[in-house]
């Protein structure tokens, strides 16, 4: 229950910072959409994200991940998984142009609830089938950074790499292979409206 009274207040106290300050009014271009195509690759996981352009090439950027998995650590083994992650970033671009592409840095808080099971193979004498499931709910906050390219002053690509901590409980992993240390990695693809 805190954790969801910390994320309302943390939402509320940046969309009236966005509200407020007349340095981070809109550009003309002020939406954007991505979605990254490596997550759905590597681990099957569908990504949609907004960005909202500001002046002075800062945005504010919310994703919604539908069939999550903590980081890259069973991509390869995952049968199912039923977890939704709710992210949000405050990019800061470094290009002298105020176009909002080029190197980029970002902090972040992400959200996650839900289990993923994945098949470890087979096990034993008997090659008996084992498959396990573990909860990757949790709040964890960290940083990335990227780079994006501007085509047509409509479409855009990035690459992306972040690394995020869990702020409370470790998912539950029986074998104990996951840390509290998350890496993730983009290739996102988007358009601006």
Do not use: C
């Not at 966005?18 to 550009?27: G, L, S």
């Amino acid at each position: 229950m805190k954790l969801k009274i910390i994320v309302a207040l943390l939402f509320v106290g940046i969309t009236s910072y966005a509200q407020t300050n007349e340095d981070v009014e809109p550009i003309s271009l002020k939406n954007e959409f991505t979605t990254n195509l490596l997550d759905l690759v590597i681990a099957g996981s569908v990504n949609i994200n907004y960005e909202s352009l500001w002046k002075n090439n800062q945005s504010l950027y919310l994703g919604a991940t539908f069939f999550d998995t903590y980081g890259y650590y069973d991509a390869g083994y995952l049968e199912e998984s039923n977890a939704f992650s709710l992210r949000a970033a405050y990019l800061i671009y470094f290009s002298k142009r105020k176009d909002h592409y080029g190197f980029y840095f970002y902090p972040m808080l992400k959200l996650r609830t839900g289990e993923v099971t994945v098949d470890d193979g087979y096990s034993g004498f008997n090659s008996t089938e084992t498959s396990y499931s573990y909860g990757v709910g949790g709040f964890s906050a960290g940083f990335g950074l990227g780079h994006k390219w501007l085509f047509s002053d409509r479409f855009s690509l990035s690459l992306t790499g972040e690394i995020a901590r869990e702020l409370g409980d470790v998912p539950e992993d029986p074998f104990g292979d996951l840390g509290v240390v998350e890496p993730r990695f983009g290739v996102n693809f988007g358009y601006r409206f």
